[in-house]
């Protein structure tokens, strides 16, 4: 009778003992999993790291905001790929083994006292008619111009090119940043943007990125205007230093949100409207304004 009980003890240690055993595993596997999502895939990752969910919302996407335009201001979101993932099957690519946006050109040349080129250049790996267009544009704004400094350049041009895509859901923004600096002119920045439907292979215009992200464009334009101004007044206190400094024109019809050229959507949804004062004269100059 006393050998069975401790038989039936031993039993019940050992169930206990391999469930503790299960359990601590199981909690293991668990908290790696949530570790490696909060590092990885946790969008605010940066400033909750525990997820907790504290500060997540306006305040939190204030922070995320600042650090987008800290790393479009530096350059670093130019890293010559695509990201992102989209909703629509079946595209048809042009090269299967490329990406849906893919470096299709890569120049990297120099010749003393005449020029000094780094170049990426894109091109949109789908085979249909509005990406050919937009492949011819982009092959004769960059391809065209890289020929022509190497061929006619007569004094010291520096020239770059760098791009970066984005998808998400059936969008594709594309944006390519363009700098040069020709002699003793001022250094030049130039920013295009291309947004492409993948579903009906046509461009989208920034009133169908309005209507579909459900925004008020009179929201949009009161933020606009008020980031605008603060950059011009921080601009205005600085021109007693730097008197070459050039104020904005706030009445330019470039702010109005309907006369909007360059923007793009990122991989998460924000929305960048980009006013790249070089496409129109020397400056390298670029205003982002970014909305959640």
């Not at 169930?15 to 895939?41: D, E, K, P, W």
């Not at 939190?60 to 600042?66: G, S, V």
């Not at 092959?139 to 020239?159: G, L, V």
Request: charged fraction near 30%; glycine fraction near 4%.
């Amino acid at each position: 009778m006393g050998n069975n009980k401790e038989k039936d003890v031993d039993k019940i240690l050992g169930m206990n003992r391999t469930m503790f055993f299960v359990i601590v595993i199981l909690l293991c596997i668990l908290s790696l999993s949530i570790g490696i999502y909060a590092q990885v895939f946790y969008r605010y990752s940066d400033t909750d790291p525990f997820m907790l969910g504290i500060g997540v919302g306006s305040t939190q996407d204030a922070a995320e905001i600042t650090k987008l335009k800290n790393e479009f201001n530096n350059n670093s979101i130019f890293t010559n790929d695509v990201s992102g993932q989209t909703s629509v099957k079946d595209i048809k690519k042009k090269k299967s083994e490329k990406d849906i946006v893919w470096t299709y050109n890569t120049t990297t040349e120099k010749e003393e006292d005449k020029y000094n080129i780094s170049a990426s250049v894109p091109q949109i790996n789908i085979n249909s008619i509005e990406a050919e267009k937009i492949n011819a544009q982009i092959e004769a704004d960059y391809i065209d111009k890289i020929e022509e400094i190497m061929n006619k350049s007569e004094e010291q041009t520096d020239y770059s090119v760098v791009y970066k895509a984005y998808l998400n859901g059936d969008l594709l923004s594309l944006i390519i940043k363009e700098t040069i600096h020709e002699g003793q002119t001022t250094q030049s920045a130039k920013i295009k943007t291309y947004n492409y439907n993948l579903n009906n292979d046509t461009q989208v215009s920034i009133n169908e990125i309005i209507k579909a992200k459900k925004y008020e464009a009179k929201d949009l334009q009161k933020e606009i205007n008020a980031e605008i101004e603060e950059l011009n007044k921080k601009d205005e206190d600085l021109k007693s230093q730097y008197s070459e400094m050039k104020l904005r024109d706030l009445n330019n019809s470039i702010y109005k949100i309907e006369n909007t050229e360059n923007f793009i959507v990122d991989q998460n949804g924000y929305l960048y409207i980009i006013y790249a004062y070089g496409n129109t004269e020397n400056t390298n100059k670029i205003d982002v304004i970014i909305f959640e």
